[in-house]
C-alpha cells in the first residue's frame, strides 16, 4: 500500500513538473473562450469598454474602446502550429482613429481588419477574382475582421459610396 501511494506521489509530481515546463516555456496559452479575459487583464482594459472581436483557428483581434470611442486599444492573439495549446497574445497598442489597420503576423495566413470606424464604412467587399462578397457593417460603431491573406481584395465602402483604403501595419 505504501508504494502505491509513492507512486502516486511520483506521478503527480512529474505531470506537475510537465506542466510547469510546457507553460513556461510558452507552449501552454489561453484556451479560445478566455481570450478577452486574458487581454483585459493583462492589458489593464476597463470592464465597461465595449469589444468588436473576430476569432480563428489561427488568430484573434479584438478592439476595446470606451463608451465616446475617445480611447481604444487592439489585441492579437495567435494560436501557434505546432506543439503548444492556446494562444499567444502577440501584439496590441492603440490604432490612427482614421484608418483602417490591416494587420498580418508574420508566419500566419491570416490578416486582421481593424478601425474605430471614424470614417463610417457601412460595407465591405471581398473580390476573390471569382465572385464579390459584401458584409454590412455597422457605420457607427468600430469593427473587427479576419481574414486569410489569399482570401481576395477587401474593399471598404463609407456611407456615402467612398472607396476607404487600409493601411498595413
Given at each position: 500500500?505504501?508504494?502505491?501511494?509513492?507512486y502516486i506521489e511520483v506521478f503527480i509530481v512529474v505531470i506537475l513538473l510537465a506542466f510547469y515546463f510546457l507553460y513556461s516555456n510558452n507552449y501552454i496559452?489561453?484556451?479560445?473562450?478566455?481570450?478577452?479575459?486574458?487581454?483585459?487583464?493583462?492589458?489593464?482594459?476597463?470592464?465597461?469598454w465595449a469589444v468588436a472581436k473576430?476569432?480563428?483557428?489561427?488568430?484573434s483581434a479584438m478592439f476595446f474602446y470606451s463608451e465616446d470611442v475617445a480611447d481604444h486599444t487592439f489585441s492579437i492573439y495567435v494560436n501557434?502550429?505546432?506543439?503548444?495549446?492556446?494562444?499567444?497574445?502577440?501584439?496590441g497598442g492603440?490604432?490612427?482613429?482614421?484608418?483602417i489597420a490591416e494587420?498580418?503576423?508574420?508566419g500566419y495566413n491570416e490578416r486582421a481588419l481593424i478601425s474605430v470606424n471614424k470614417?463610417?464604412?457601412?460595407k465591405m467587399e471581398i473580390d476573390d477574382g471569382n465572385?464579390?462578397?459584401?458584409?454590412?457593417?455597422?457605420?457607427?460603431?468600430?469593427?473587427?475582421?479576419i481574414l486569410p491573406v489569399n482570401a481576395g481584395i477587401a474593399t471598404f465602402y463609407d456611407i456615402n459610396g467612398n472607396i476607404i483604403e487600409s493601411a498595413k501595419r
Open positions: 500500500m505504501k508504494n502505491t501511494i509513492k496559452g489561453v484556451s479560445k473562450s478566455n481570450i478577452e479575459k486574458d487581454a483585459r487583464y493583462y492589458q489593464k482594459i476597463d470592464d465597461t473576430d476569432t480563428t483557428e489561427a488568430m501557434r502550429p505546432g506543439f503548444s495549446f492556446g494562444y499567444f497574445f502577440m501584439s492603440s490604432l490612427n482613429p482614421n484608418e494587420i498580418h503576423m508574420k470614417q463610417q464604412v457601412n465572385e464579390v462578397r459584401t458584409i454590412e457593417i455597422d457605420s457607427e460603431k468600430p469593427f473587427v475582421f
